[in-house]
Structures are given as structure tokens and as C-alpha cells.
């Protein structure tokens, strides 16, 4: 039986969710760990899974996991730098290992993960619209479980997956980009008022005013709108 054709229709709903905006509450971190349950029911003899958004450095931005021995495995690989995960995700492919036990892959992945009970892993690489977004990977504790009919499921299910990741990335990152100018419109006010309060006490003009606060900033050694906020939040006190 072809278990990739209900979990892909369950994915196919999660990405209309996302795309009609029922997800706005949701952050990539929910998406992705939600993403992980999926997979893990998804593949025979899979007893764990994954999902990682990862940025263009090759580094994670958020990820999933169904278990601790999955999010340890996970993080291993982004502090080290290697493995399955991130090999899929580089090269674009699906990544099987057989047993980890034989492996001469990621020595430095192996090594570490050698007291974790995983010995088969496979991972697949999520695209979509030609843009890397991360991978989604499963486990099983016993050697030589994934084939490529397995292969076939997980690629089966990476298209879904992508767009959902993706478009719960691009929403952060629009977020995110929203609360940095609200941020930087915030400071310019803050150091505006700042200025304007120097002008009046010390008879400057407004260059003066600001290499003043400049000054102060490198003396503190603090922001210069932590100093703006400190003159500001002075005359408020007064």
C-alpha cells in the first residue's frame, strides 16, 4: 500500500492552511515540529523524525523533532557542521545510511551520536520554486530498514512540505522585517526628541546636539539610542 497518498493529502491541507492565512499565528518552530509527526507516520519503520528550515549559510533557523534522541542527533549536525541532514540539503538529494555502525561518512557525527539508539537514517532535501529551505529527515533504531521504496515516499512528501515551510518562512521573515523597521522608526523618534531636548538645554544645533549623544555613546559604550532614551527618559523624570 502507498502510505505517501494520505500524509501528502495531509500536507496539501497544512499548505493551504498556510497559504489561505490560517497559520498566522503559528511561528516556523510549530510548523516544522508538526512537519515532524507527519514524516515519522509517513515512512515504514520509521520510530523518529524530523524537519529543518535552514538559511543560505547552511545553518538552521528552526527546526522539528518528535523526540529527544531526534532534536539531540539534529543539533549534533549543526554544531559540527556534517551529516545526513545536511548533506541532503547541500547536495540536493535524497541521503540514506544503512547502519551508522558502518558508516565512514560524517566521522564526526558518528562518533558523536554513537550512544544514541539510531542506526538507520534517511533524508531528503526541501525545494521549492528553486529555493533550498531546509531538509526532513527520519530514524529508526535498526539497521537497514529504508529502500528505496522509502526514498520514493519521503521525496513523495518533500514537494508539500516545501511549500509549507516555505511559505511559513517568507511570512516570518515579513514579520520579522515589520518589527525591525517598527524598531528603527522607534529610535528615530527616541534620538529625534533627544536632540530636540540638548537644543533647548544647551543651546546647540542639531549636528552638535547629535555628536554630543555620539560621544556619549562611546564613552558608555552603549547604543546610541539607549543614550537618546536615558536623556529622554531624564527630562520625563525631572
Not at 8 to 19: H, P, V
Not at 187 to 209: F, K, T
Not at 212 to 227: D, I, T
Request: glycine content about 8%; charged content about 20%.
Amino acid at each position: 500500500m502507498d502510505n505517501s497518498q494520505p500524509l501528502a493529502s495531509e500536507l496539501a491541507r497544512l499548505t493551504g492552511q498556510a497559504a489561505g492565512g490560517f497559520l498566522t499565528e503559528e511561528n516556523a518552530s510549530k510548523a516544522v515540529q508538526s512537519l515532524s509527526y507527519v514524516l515519522r507516520d509517513s515512512i515504514p519503520s520509521a520510530a523518529g523524525a524530523g524537519a529543518s528550515i535552514i538559511n543560505a549559510r547552511g545553518r538552521r533557523e528552526s527546526a522539528g523533532a518528535t523526540d529527544p534522541v531526534v532534536l539531540r542527533a539534529d543539533r549534533l549536525q549543526y554544531e559540527l557542521g556534517q551529516g545526513p541532514c545536511l548533506s541532503a540539503w547541500a547536495e540536493q538529494r535524497a541521503i540514506i545510511i544503512q547502519d551508522t555502525r558502518q558508516e565512514t561518512r560524517w566521522p564526526k557525527w558518528i562518533a558523536a551520536i554513537a550512544d544514541l539508539p539510531l542506526r538507520s537514517v534517511l533524508s531528503a532535501p526541501l525545494t521549492t520554486e528553486g529555493r533550498r529551505i531546509g531538509a526532513i529527515k527520519v530514524y529508526s533504531p535498526s539497521p537497514l530498514v529504508f529502500d528505496d521504496h522509502s526514498v520514493f515516499l519521503i521525496e513523495r512528501l518533500a514537494n508539500p512540505a516545501a511549500v509549507l515551510l516555505g511559505n511559513v518562512r517568507d511570512r516570518e521573515a515579513t514579520q520579522r522585517l515589520g518589527l525591525q523597521l517598527g524598531e528603527a522608526l522607534a529610535n528615530r523618534d527616541v534620538i529625534s526628541q533627544a536632540q530636540g531636548i540638548l537644543i533647548e538645554r544647551m543651546h546647540l544645533g542639531s549636528r552638535a546636539a547629535l555628536d554630543v549623544m555620539l560621544a556619549s555613546s562611546r564613552e558608555e559604550g552603549k547604543p546610541l539610542q539607549e543614550v537618546a532614551r536615558g536623556i529622554v527618559n531624564g527630562l520625563a523624570d525631572g
